[in-house]
Structures are given as C-alpha cells and as structure tokens.
C-alpha cells in the first residue's frame, strides 16, 4: 500500500451532513492524506478544515490527515488521487416546490432522492454540474478514483461516466446501512447478546441504486432469513418500532411495516427506509398521509430539513471552538473503499456501479447495487444474481425514466424529462394536470434551468 | 401448394363477433378445407355450420369450403392442419365487476383486453382454458398451426406454449388495422384520391403485443411520416373525426387524439386505437370520464357490449335462412396466413410472436407485436428495430405484469396475479383499497377460478 | 415508387465481372437510371459505358439505362441515390504470393475470398480504400444507399460502417446462387420437370457472410430437405456432377461431396460452393492437392484466374463494337434491390448485415447473411434463427478473426492482422513458420501497405 | 459457524495424487469433520483413512477430521454436506491410445486435461460417470455442496448440473497456482526479498475453465504488471527457468516461454502452466517434438505417468507405517473453500462456475474461471471483465466442441462428439484421416463405451 500523502479532494458536503460523519472516520484509519475541500459555500469549507484539523492537532487519532479549504474546485481537483463528490445545488426554500407543490394535486411524496417526482428535478438541477465535474476531472485528475455521494445516484453517475468515459467512478450510498441496523438489533434481541453491529451482518444486495433489496443475510455464518421472516409475519401489522411513534416526528425512524410488507409479497428483503422504498412503487403506501400514517413512516419535510440544518450550524461554532466531533463508528464506508483501493487489502462493500451482469435481469449499463470486490485500483462488482420477475418489473421503469432524464440533459430538452416525470410511479393524474404540475415545478428552480435554454 | 382438402379447427367464436369475418373471407381464397366448429355454445356453431355452408352452396367462390359444427372440441381438433383459437370464457353479466367494479374506486378503464385491471380477470379466467386446449393439441394434432385470436393475447400465447413447448404457434389480431385504416384515409384526403385501401399502406410495426407501434409508413414507396406529422399537428388539439361526435356512441370510434398525443410526445404512431392505447399508459387520458371525453374517445362498456351482441343475434335467423353473409373485404388476414403456411407464397403480415431479437430492446420471450414472413411451414419475424427509450419503459412493465399473471397460472395462487394487479398502470389506490378491490373483483369470476383452489 | 431518373454511382468492377452481369439486367427492369462509372482503370469504365449504352440504343429494353464513364470517383458519387461497391486493388500477379505461397508451408487454399489466409491479405489492401470511399460517400450522397460487392465482405462491411455509421449499407452476394440452382437441377431431375430456376426455390438462410447455410428450402410450398438427404446420402461418395469431371478445370464446378459431407454432418446445406465452404473448415477437406481431388473440387489459380480475363479482355472489343452483351438472366438480385428500396414492392432476398439478432447465436454487430425484407427506404433482416451448435462453433472463430483484421486497420497495426492470420482454420504451421509466411505475403503486396506505415 | 461434526464424502482420489495434498491441509485447519472416502480400489481408499487418521492420531493438528473408508459410494454420499469429486475412469494403459496414438498421425498433444483430442476421449469415459454421482447426491444429500476436481472440468460440471439442475457445484482446480507462484518468485528475486508466496499474489483471472488469464496482478498493493512485462520482454527468447533444463525431464516444469509470448501477444498472462496454454492454441507451439522443445516444454506422456504412480505407491507402506504426510502448505484451496461456504468469513479464490456474465464476452453457461466470494452457504462469482476479442475468439471454439462432447452424452452419439475432436485446434489431418484416428482412439477405450450403445 502507497504510504504517500494521498490527495483527497472533497467536493461539496459544506453542509456538514456528510463530512461530519466522514472527517473521525478518516481520523481512525491509518490513512495519510490531504484532503482539499471545496465547497460554494466557502465559510462552509473553512469551517470542516478547522473542525477536521483540530481533530489530527489533537493527535490521538490513527491516521494523519490534514485539511485545506480551497477556493476553487480546480484547486481542490488538481492531481487529486480520489475525489468525493457531496453538492446539492439550491437552497431548502427552493425545495418547497420540489417536495410539496405536487400535494396540491394529490400526490403525496416522502421526500427520497432517488425516485419521485422530485428526483426528476434534482436530477436537471445537478446534471449540468456533474457534467462540469467532469471535465474537471478529466483535465486535473484523470486518474483519480471518483466516490460519488450525489443524488439521485443513477443519474448523476451516468452523466459523470458519459462525459468523461475512462472516469474511475463507484457510487457510495449508506442507503442500505439503516436496513442493516434492523437486522442487527434484531439479532441482538432474539440471540439475548449485544454488540452486534451493522458491519457483522453480511447481506448479497442487489437492485436498481436507492431501491436494493437483500436475498440472504447472515450473521456469523448463520442464515437470518428465517428471523426475518418471524419478525414480517409476527410484526407486518403492527409495525417494529425502536421507539413507538418516533416515526411520526422522525422521517428516519420508521416501523418497518413497509419492509415487512414488501418482503411478504415478493420475497426479498428491501434495503432501504421504508420512506424510500415506498416512493419507488406506485401509491401503494403514499395515496395519502392517512396511507402513510397508517404504514407507520413520515415524509420529510423541508421545515424538518430546515430544522435539521439548524441544529448543525449551532454546532460549528462548538466544533471550530476545539470540541471534538464526535464519532460515529461507521457512518460511511469511504474510507474503507479508499484504503482498498490504495492496496490495502480486499474489501466486499455495496456500491453502485453501471450493470455489467451483476445483476442478471436488469438492463446492461443502468446504475445498479450490488456488493463489489475492491481491491488495489479496481472496483470489481460480486454477480449478485436474479431479481425475482415482480421486483424487476417495479425497477425496470426506473431505469427507462432514469434514462429519460439523462438524455433531457444532454439533447437540453425539458420535455424529454416530462416523459419521466408523467412515468413516476406516483403519477395519478391526468395530463393535463400533469402538464401544468410539471410547468410549476420547473418554475420553482427556473433559476438552475439556464443550461437548457442555451 | 398442397392441394388436399385442409382441416381447420376453429374452437369458440360463436359468437359470432370474428367468425363472420372469417367465413366470407374463407369463401374469397382458393383454399380447399373442411372447417370444423366447436364453441360451448353447440347452438352457435350448428348456426355457423350453416351460414358457412350456404355460401359454399351458392357456388360463386373460389375456395372450397365446407363447414361442420361438432360436439366435442376433440372431434374438431383431431388430424387438424390449422386451430384458430377464438374461445372467451364467462357471460356479459360477470364482465360487469371486470369492467366496471373499478370505478367505484375511482378508476376508469377503457375496456381494452390487452391492458387494464380487467386483462388479469380476464387473464384468470381464460389460462387453464389455454393449457387445457394445448394439451389437446399436442395429442391430437402436434403439427398443426395455432393460430390465436383469444385474449388477452399474451398470457394466452405463453400458457399455450408452455404447455406444449413444440407448438408451431402465432398469435394473429386486428389491432393494427383502424391504425392503417385511419391512415389510408389520410391518404385518400391529402391526394385527392379514392380507393386506398388498408393492405396498400406498409408499416413496420414493432411492440408488445397489444400495444405497438409504427416508426415507418409508405404507401406506393413513399413515406408517409410527414403526412402524419402534419396531421398530428394540426388535428392534435380538436381531434380528426370521420363522423362528428361518433366517439361518443362507439367505443371503436374515436378522434384519435390519444394518437396523436403519443406520436408527438414519442415520436412513433401507435398502431391500435385511441382506448386500447390509452389503457396501456398511466391515468393519463383515462383520469376520469371527463378527461376521456376530452380526449374524444369513449370506453366499452358491458351495456355497448349487450347490445352489439343483440344486434347479431338478430342477424343469425336471417342469415341461417339464406341471406348471404355480407362480405368485409378483409376484416382479418388470417385465410392469406394459412394459404402463404400451406405454401402458397410469401405474406408480409404484423403477427404476435415471443421475442427472439425481433424488438431489440424488449425482454426475450416476451410476446411481441411485429412483421413477420409467412411461408411453406414457417413464420418468420421480421427484425423490427429498437423502441424508443420512453415506450420501452412504458411498455417493459406490462411484460413484468404479463408474466407474473403466467406464473399466478402456473403455481396456481391468486397473489402473485395481485402483484400485477398493484402494478397495473391504472392502479392508483392505496394498498389497502387495493386489496379489497381485487377480492371483490375475483368474487365476480369465481366460478371459473376452481382451477386456483386445488 | 419515384419516376425520376435515378443516379447509381458504380465504383470498380471495371474487371467485366460483374458489371457484364449487371448491365443486362438493369436493362430488364422498368428503372430509369443514369449510371456513372468510375474504375482505376479509365479504359474499363469507357467500355463499360459503350457498352451500356449500345443496349439502351437498341431500344426493346423495359429500363432507360444510361451510362458514363467518370474521371474521378467523386463524380460518380455526388448525389448518388446509389451506390454499388465493387473494386478489388491490385494486380493478379500480386495474388501469387496470397493464393500459393503457403502451399510450401504446406497449406492450401481454395481461392475464396472470404476465407483463408489470403482473406487477411486481401482485407489489409481493401480496407483502407474502403475508408476513404466511406468518407467520400459520408461527404457526396450520404442518404444514398451503399450496396457492397466488395470482399472480404465482413470486413469490408464493418470498415465502411464504422467510418460513417448513418451508412444506408447493405452486402450483396451471389454466394447462395449455385446452391440454389444446384438444387433446382435435383428437382428438376426428381420431378422428371424442366424450367425450375434458382429464384424458385426459397430458401431461410443463415450464417456469417460467406459461409452461410439453409435450413430451409421449398419450391412450391414443398419441402425439399427430404429431396436433398436423399441425394446427399446416395451421391455423398460419388459426387453429384453436372459434367463429369468438370471441377478439375473449373473451379466453379464441383461434385457437391462437401456439402453433401458438411449436410450429413450437421444438419444444414452449406448454401456456398464446395471449394469455399471447404476454406472455411479446419483442413478436412484441404490437406493437401489429393485430399482437394478425393473431395472433387479444385482451387481457384491465379493462372485460372488469368485466363478468364484473358477470354473477356478479348470480348470486350466485340461488344463495344456493337454486340449486345447476352442477357445472363438473374445473375444478381441488385437490380431487384434498387427497385424495392425504391418503393417497388416488397424483395425477400439473402443479404449481409450486422448481425441485431436475426442469427441468434452468432454475436452481436458480426455480419452475417440472411433474408432481408427490402422495401421502400428500408433493409430489414428476417430472423432466421439459431446455427446448430457445431456449425456456429466452426463460424465463430472467423467473427473473432474478421475482427482481429478491423483492429489491425483501425490501429495501422499489422502485428493484430497476424493474430487472425495465426487463428485461420487453415494455419497448421508451428509459431515461427507461420512468422516467416506473414512476413512473405505482407512483402507480397507491400505497396498496398503504405497506409499501415503512416 | 457450524460448529457440529461436519460430514465430507471424498470420491476417488485413490492414486493419492490429490489426497495427500488435501489430507495434511485439512490437519491444519479449524474444522471439525468425519471425511468418507470411497474409490474404486478399496486398497488406496483404506490407506487414505490410515494415513489421514494417523495425523489425527498424533494431536498437533488444529482440526479435528477423522477418515472413514467406505464399501459404498452411498455410503461416503449419504447425507454428506460437502463432496469432493476427484475420480478418473481408466487405466494408465489405456492412456496410451488416448496420449500417443496422434502422434502417429503428426499430431502432438501435450497431455493436458481440459484440451486436446485426448480430452475429448476423456470426457466420453467420465461423463456416464458424473451423471451416476449426479444422481446419488440428488437422492443421498441434495443440500450438500459438490466441489469437483474431475476433469475435463467443463464437460464434467456442465454434466453434473444437467443432470441434477439444483446441485450446489463449484470447480476447483490448481490451474493458476503455478503461475502465481512463478509470479511470487519473479516478486523476491526483483525485490530481494523472500517468503513471499502464492497467495499473496491477487489477481483478476478470467476465462475457460482450463485456459484462464490474469488481466491485473497485485502483491501488497502494487500492480505487478509492469514488472512482468519486463520479465517477459528480457526472458521472451530464452525463456526463465527455474532449474536449468528441468523442463525436459519435468513436464510440470516449463521455460514460460508460451506464456512469454502469449502475454506480449494478446496483453494478457496466462493462468495455466505452458504445455496447458499450448495445447488450446493451433499446433503454433506443439507442432512436434522439435517446436515444442523450442519453446521449453515437454509433454506429459504415459511414462512419466507411470513413473510418478510408481514413486508415489511406493511411499504409501510408509505413511501407512507412521510417517506422517509432509504439509504441502497451500496445495490446495478447497479447505478454506469449506470453511468459507460454512461462514467462516469471505474468501475470494477462482473457480469454476457456468458463465452468468462474469465473463462478459464468453457465451452464457460456459463453464469459466474467475474469482468468487465464496461464504456462508453461497459462491458468487466477481465479475472479471470482458477478455481482449483474440483471447475470446480462441476461447469460445473450445466452448462450441464442450457443447457438443456433452451433447454427444446427452444423445448417446460418438458422432456428435466426432466434431469436437475435428475442431479441435490441434486437429491438422484431412478428413479420412481424422476420421481413422477418432476411430482408433476409441477402440482403445472402448470398455468405457458401453454407456453409448444402451
């Protein structure tokens, strides 16, 4: 393994959500990098490379990493040996039209990133940046190995791959990680142990990304298929909750009684919240918020998203005051997935790649989950097998909208991604209505849309 | 060619809705055959027999045909050369909570048999019919050609082939013909010209079954795409009626808006009429009432079906008595299938088929709807193309939906046909709604679900 | 179908080969045309053209066929509707070193264009030109439709595409002629009839271009694979010869025992003549000049070869002086092909294409023969099915190689040629002898390998 | 993990050739389990449970295995959770028609297993046998996995999975051990280190089974390609050997000239010793004696056959006696596989699996070799990549004569299996010739045969 300074550029993630999860897990590796964070919000920047230095002056940590906030993206970019990717453009206000104007028409979302009709926008918001991204890099880092964390996932790694062809590029998600803990905790109440984490169950993963379901789980060589299965069917009613109701204030705690009905009907076990997946299939689950209620799962909200982003920035000044960021085992996987693929040893992790085979019946080159072997400057995906015929058939359409809305952004055609958008699977109203729906709804990000009058 | 008196089997269609196309169709070719009739309805082929055989009597023909009714759909099919499958299964009554159940929950099917909520019923009911009728084919007539008329097509055409994996089967429909009748119309008015009939207007057609499309038009070497363009444009909002207002009493009728909205949107003309397509899309023009008015296309319902089937009756004393059956010039291409089959020359003809490459981008296996060269013993597709991204999406769900009714057949459970009922593009419920609806819809059928039970 | 004189651009050919063939029959349709002419060789192109039009001046034709000689290329081509391809560099003295010198290493070929060592030679000198007639073609008449005589024809074909893939192009041979009216000699000779002609056997093809087979054949919707067991079991160790040995002094006669041989061994009728399906096997039937002999078929020489254009050299005075050429009456179906892709109705006919599933198991994108539907505008290949295993096993091989050739082109890389070279079914050499032979044919035609130098 | 007694049935492997690497490998890990062996000859299976209890027996072992030898195949089968196929029909006498009879006809095969006419004569003796072991471990002990080591590998597992289609099966073989391990000495001798071993060499290996490629090899984190360029380019003539001219006396031992030149020709390393390599390519490097000593290798042949059963039968009375097996430390894998499959943790190794896309130009249900993440209870193949098109297009003739070698199983057809034998690369005579020689070779195996004439 390399045991040079590595360049890390660190594109985004300002915003403290991901970086603050990523800067102590850097810290516990044995790592030695410079990572250049570049973020358009530039006090954001300078506020991670204070928070993160502390962390290395303090020592005490296993690696030694130093941050440098940087101006420009070049900067950051510039023979950058992996670059993570983690903007979002626009502001929360800006989201209102995205996540809620469709309410006013009878359709009801749960604020996912990777499907709904707010993915359509998202998607023709960052496109245009990822295509920027991406001739940056092929410019001052072509070699470098890109982790995208942007959402929605399929898209943008389209557009990453499509602009700059030879691109090392893999898609980190911690969609799956929630599913994980499920499992995990019930493992730990059904065995009467404790201590079981997230990393000890292994799972064979495989989907279209952000919608990826588990067809075995294990736990120290033991099958966990037949727990799961208990739990469904003694649960599937009345929900499995950690704490009871926390899912009505807390978008990310949930019942689980999606998952468990997902899994009683078409055998496989979802690995994503159950607010995602819902919000992959038609209004099964999301009719109403009566629906949505009844299924024990909350939508976010961009007050909830506001409120969220407040409780952050009242931390920076703590955290840049010499407070240590707390740590949180094992938020992400990225500094494993850059350790392996510096050479230091193989790692089996889920990660979103283009469809090669790994999954079987799911269409050559869409952006699929499936576990990979990484290894020393290779991404290798595990042949994860068949999705059974109902899950393919929920997923496919994904991948053709996915697919409309890359081609929207390179023929610069809005009405290309209205294809998609009339195909979400939360679409329920006539064309008329969806005409003007999709009309407003560009109207709230008209600013982002430039690129596609030119 | 083969100059022996042929044998063909013609199982159901009593009703006299496709036979009275056929008979005088037959009657026009230089074939030689003995035509034997089974329907469950004894009445109803015994009529037959004898329509079929007055025109025989009154010379005048060019084929040789004669007519036999029998009572056993063994006697019909025993040393058969050619079976026209044309069975549906249940009364007009039952049709009722197929057809109709559904808007009490606010959804508004067009009566298509191919697409829908009602195509799963429909599906339910027909299956074990199909596998049943196979089974008889392959001990009494391995080497005939099936021809299939019964719906919904493509469930019908797996059942039968999976059943007898060796049957020399294709699936024959009138889907496309108003498409091009529409077209030769257009012809006739934009050249000033009369006379252009159907068979003069060359398609490549390409699609699922049911639900497929034209990229290519020509009549007399020319194309014909900006024609339709032109019109599309310029009859896209008001409709392009043949009889003003006609829509609004026949189902079959229509202002082909729907069309015309399709082809704009994705840049291929649908080959089928406005309700039949309407159904394989999202609410899109089927919303409500209002919104199909809109649309200028009305949607069958049992009463229209009640009353067509009255008007026949009526007809059959009349006809049994004498009268001639009125010739419909070519009302099917089925007599031009079986004469190119026996050898008499090549026939270009749009056929059902499992997909073996022929639609490049829809799944293999999964019946589709293309040209095919008919000749001596064999049927031939023709490669047809790609389908654009957008109706590939569209149209890959049904595919997924159509095999999990198949596999609800196989295994002989309701609930995996429920996974397609949810997936249906009409479904707009809640989960639970959803679940009731189903149940009451199967109780509408249930007599002819003892299949499922044992 | 359109009335204005069309412009066919005619590249090469100058020979007489084909054009001699191609003239008569243009003047026996109903197409108005002024063909242009080109060759290197002026002097051919102005004796073609008087040639052409002595015809066209005596009147009695059914077409309005007008020719002229072109200085350049570029000529003939601006504004072409048509292209045909049909040039070959070099001189017969060249084709010394690529047809006999690997006979002192012991191997021998049969002359076939398609195959065999010299195939790879012949490719390095066509497919530079190829290119360059791409490029002109993609700048003078890029909606014309390019019908490609040219050999090898796979790599000819892949190069020409490859260069402009909008390319209307479509391969055109008459490898399945003398099959075909082999076995309309056996039906004649059967059925004790007389007048059956190769048009009136049908046939379904399928294989990679110029090794093509038929699992299929039929003359008046009757099966004729019984007819040819019969014959290749009777006559399989005699021969079947039209004129007692005639295949030693013609290399174009043979007496059928490969086919017979290639038939009885998996299933399907070799649709080439013997001594080019021979080249394209492992040396079963090529050993050496005795094991050719016991096969009964002969070589093609250059000294063979010399003597034919000896014989039309001496013609060409003849007809220039007033002669009319003799109509040679179906010689090529091109004429056919112009007329359909014109509007003139539908043509099945055998061509070569890339492969998008028309032969199920050969790979994608290699170009292979079939039936086409050829009508107005369009080519579209008719799915002919699945090679028996042993048969696409003996043909995959050369798809692998036909590419290895394209590589080398694309990357002026002579050493990648080799590796086809190296994997010829004929090769039986060690490593170091195969070397030496490269290395004297490339010294062959090496100043037809200045492109690869660049 | 399972922490019960584990039960393992081991067939065949009498000779000792694979056992006693296996048994001390076994010793030495943490398993617990009870190994039945069963071989034809009682003898070896009984000395087999004597020299493995005998290491039992001592203590100082970190597993606890016990042998048990068995009358019955059954017996060893009956509810076994893993087996072991290692059996080989046939006597070294037998041999002889099978190694050496080519010869007379210029044909020299180099004794490989997986190619070669000989495998061809192999696989028609063992594959009755796979389909009797298939259908045992159907009826004995469905659950368990079957870990197979007969070979031809391909015709073996493909056979085996046919005839019983839920087997849990994977191959194992040593095939890419000795180039690991020539790799692992190149790594000390350029570095000036030592101990390292095989299994610190990581490499992305892909291909038919038996004739497989390393596209990328690793040792802590350096890519180790460059380096064997270098070693290829310096020693590509003169070969890099070990032990001065061992080649000529050891047919294990090898010059890697083939593997030299088959790396700076097509980019990838070939897996598999060089007289393996050899014997899927053309005669290029086995033309005869002379070519082959060229290139640094010689045949096994069925002396050298002899004589090493000789040495080894003459060991057995010692082990027997109380000498303890020597550890051969990683002489094997398939310990660690068993470990693995009962979740003991990943283990990435290459194996044997039908193609499901790991190779993405080799032909589904091709039996290939690439890497897999083997764990609790499942074998998942990684996907490897795509070979360059000259490898595949070696590669897949091999795949077309497995499947018709099977074919000719299936079909109780020597001829069918007589167009392997003619296609395959080493296959240089005429068709008489060959057709004597395929003749002769199974005269000398022709008690084996029986199975084909029922």
């Not at 604020?111 to 023709?124: D, K």
């Not at 990826?212 to 060589?221: A, C, M, N, R």
């Not at 499995?240 to 204030?249: A, H, L, Q």
């Not at 009907?265 to 038609?282: S, T």
Request: charged share 25%.
């Amino acid at each position: 393994m390399n045991s040079e300074r590595l360049n890390i550029a660190y594109i985004g993630g300002g915003s403290c959500n991901f970086g603050w999860k990523l800067i102590p897990e850097l810290a516990n590796t044995d790592l030695c990098a410079m990572v250049k964070l570049y973020d358009t919000d530039k006090t954001c920047a300078l506020a991670n490379e204070v928070i993160g230095n502390n962390i290395h002056d303090r020592g005490n940590t296993r690696g030694d990493i130093v941050y440098l906030a940087c101006d420009e993206a070049e900067e950051a970019l510039r023979d950058a040996d992996f670059v993570i990717l983690a903007f979002e453009p626009g502001t929360l206000d800006e989201q209102v039209s995205q996540l809620h104007l469709p309410e006013t028409y009878g359709i009801f979302q749960t604020g996912g990133e990777n499907s709904g009709l707010s993915s359509v926008i998202r998607a023709l918001k960052i496109m245009p940046l990822c295509a920027e991204y991406s001739h940056m890099i092929e410019h001052l880092c072509p070699n470098a190995w890109v982790i995208n964390l942007c959402t929605p996932m399929a898209e943008c790694m389209t557009v990453l791959h499509n602009e700059f062809t030879e691109m090392k590029l893999v898609g980190a998600s911690s969609d799956t990680f929630a599913a994980r803990e499920l499992i995990a905790s019930m493992v730990c109440e059904k065995k009467e142990i404790s201590g079981v984490r997230r990393r000890d169950i292994k799972t064979n993963v495989m989907g279209i990304s952000g919608f990826s379901w588990f067809d075995d789980i294990t736990y120290e060589g033991e099958s966990l298929m037949p727990m799961f299965r208990e739990y469904a069917e003694k649960y599937g009613d009345s929900g499995y909750e950690f704490r009871i109701n926390e899912y009505k204030s807390n978008p990310d705690a949930d019942g689980h009684r999606v998952k468990f009905d997902l899994f009683l009907r078409f055998g496989l076990i979802p690995a994503v919240i159950d607010r995602c997946a819902a919000e992959f299939c038609p209004p099964w689950y999301t009719k109403d918020t009566k629906e949505m209620a009844a299924w024990k799962f909350s939508p976010v909200t961009v007050n909830y998203r506001k409120k969220m982003l407040g409780d952050k920035t009242s931390k920076v000044k703590k955290y840049m005051n010499g407070d240590v960021l707390p740590k949180s085992a094992d938020a992400t996987e990225v500094p494993e997935m850059i350790r392996a693929l510096c050479g230091g040893g193989n790692l089996i992790s889920a990660v979103s790649l283009p469809n090669r085979g790994q999954v079987e019946n799911l269409p050559a080159g869409a952006i699929v989950e499936t576990n990979a072997l990484i290894s020393r400057d290779s991404v290798r995906a595990v042949c994860a097998g068949r999705l059974p015929d109902s899950i393919a058939g929920l997923s496919v359409r994904h991948v053709y909208n996915r697919a409309a809305v890359v081609k929207a952004f390179e023929e610069r055609d809005l009405d290309i991604a209205f294809n998609a958008f009339l195909n979400d699977p939360l679409m329920t109203c006539g064309l008329t209505e969806a005409t003007e729906l999709y009309r407003e709804m560009l109207s709230g990000i008209r600013t982002h849309l430039l690129y596609y009058c030119e």
